[in-house]
């Protein structure tokens, strides 16, 4: 018998880093050039199968909120972030600017919790290496600091988008316990 759960994840970033189209790629394996602003929140669904600590298997639902990132809607409403456990934090490696709201955008959903979520930082636009603005050194740094892990992804061509998604995933099962946990 397959164990069943429900994990809620968030995309965070300031517009125009790619949520969106991260998502797209990882759930449909598509990527579509024509910008599209996030109003409000979007929530998509993908399941994984993963493997816990004892090697059984998990079938994994996960419910990945893309959460607006407009710097006038900076304050976001906390039911958006409501169970979340995953959070995958999207800078464009392009624009400095995105990578320096970072901080923001974690302690904005880590404000009111008792426990640390999952995190995970994905510099996207790597694809775009001749115009990289943000330094690997910089992106270490903040990395530790965060205790998070670090992908450069790129949405239009997939580089390391499932392997972020996927880390995620094993992350959430191998720490099953907490809040927000059900069996289905």
């Given at each position: 018998m397959v164990v069943k759960y429900n994990k809620k994840i968030c995309l965070l970033g300031d517009e125009g880093v790619g949520k969106t189209s991260l998502i797209k790629r990882f759930i449909f394996d598509q990527f579509d050039d024509a910008?599209?602003?996030?109003?409000?929140?979007?929530?998509?669904?993908?399941?994984?199968?993963?493997?816990?600590?004892?090697?059984?298997?998990?079938?994994?639902?996960?419910?990945?909120?893309?959460?607006?990132?407009?710097?006038?809607?900076?304050?976001?409403?906390?039911?958006?972030?409501a169970g979340v456990e995953g959070i995958l934090v999207v800078f464009d490696l392009t624009r400095p600017e995105t990578f320096s709201d970072l901080d923001y955008w974690v302690n904005s959903i880590m404000a009111d919790k008792n426990y640390s979520?999952?995190?995970?930082?994905?510099?996207?636009?790597?694809?775009l290496e001749g115009q990289r603005k943000v330094t690997d050194e910089q992106i270490m740094t903040t990395a530790t600091k965060l205790n998070a892990k670090y992908y450069l992804t790129s949405a239009r061509t997939g580089q390391n988008v499932e392997e972020a998604f996927t880390y995620m995933g094993k992350e959430l099962v191998l720490r099953h316990s907490g809040p927000g946990w059900s069996w289905i």
């Open positions: 910008y599209q602003r996030t109003i409000g929140t979007k929530i998509s669904k993908k399941d994984l199968m993963v493997q816990n600590k004892d090697g059984k298997p998990i079938q994994l639902f996960m419910m990945i909120w893309d959460i607006i990132g407009h710097k006038s809607s900076k304050k976001v409403p906390a039911t958006y972030y979520p999952v995190i995970a930082m994905l510099g996207n636009k790597s694809d």
